[in-house]
């Protein structure tokens, strides 16, 4: 019994730590090309992404401009390449070269530009992180098995 209540508490304290908990991964959602119609969801998980990146002092708080720039790049997109971003398939596509190719060359969403490139690079910080330890794991396993 004791050994079930170590378990769970292991399980809930690694649950608390999860990327998922924290509410900017949860709101990095409004990137997710196949969503982009939603609108609505979209400007208010964009919206809670530019509240703490003010509070980080990431972003300028007078930058508004970066929903208006938001907006009519999801309006131009639904209009001109719908069918890009709703068949976007992220095991095959890649969601950095898209939004290369489809914002970063247009002058009139920069600022949103660089908020995005941000938030890009804050996903794959921790890849080679947890590149080593999967490494450090499978060296550990390996010698465990040889030993």
Same mark, same amino acid.
């Given at each position: 019994?004791?050994?079930?209540?170590?378990?769970?508490? +292991?399980?809930?304290?690694?649950?608390?730590?999860?990327?998922? $908990?924290?509410?900017?991964?949860? =709101?990095?959602?409004?990137?997710?090309? +196949?969503?982009?119609?939603?609108?609505?969801? =979209?400007?208010?998980?964009?919206?809670?992404?530019? +509240?703490?990146?003010? $509070?980080?002092?990431?972003?300028?708080?007078?930058?508004?401009?970066?929903?208006?720039?938001?907006?009519?790049?999801?309006?131009?997109?639904?209009?001109?390449?719908?069918?890009?971003?709703?068949?976007?398939?992220?095991?095959?596509?890649?969601?950095?070269?898209?939004?290369?190719?489809?914002?970063?060359? =247009?002058?009139?969403?920069?600022?949103? *530009?660089?908020?995005?490139?941000?938030?890009?690079?804050?996903?794959? /910080?921790?890849?080679?992180?947890?590149? /080593?330890?999967?490494?450090?794991?499978?060296?550990?396993? *390996? $010698? +465990?098995?040889?030993?």
């Amino acid at each position: 019994m004791d050994c079930h209540k170590r378990f769970t508490a +292991r399980v809930c304290k690694l649950l608390d730590k999860n990327a998922v $908990q924290y509410t900017l991964a949860r =709101n990095l959602a409004f990137l997710d090309p +196949r969503t982009i119609t939603e609108c609505e969801t =979209n400007q208010s998980h964009l919206k809670s992404v530019l +509240r703490q990146l003010v $509070q980080f002092n990431r972003v300028a708080s007078t930058d508004v401009d970066i929903l208006h720039q938001y907006q009519a790049y999801a309006d131009s997109m639904v209009h001109d390449h719908h069918e890009l971003f709703t068949s976007f398939n992220p095991s095959v596509s890649r969601l950095e070269t898209l939004t290369i190719d489809t914002m970063s060359r =247009n002058d009139s969403y920069s600022k949103l *530009w660089n908020v995005v490139k941000m938030l890009l690079v804050l996903s794959h /910080g921790q890849a080679t992180l947890e590149r /080593g330890f999967s490494i450090n794991k499978k060296s550990l396993l *390996w $010698q +465990r098995e040889t030993l």
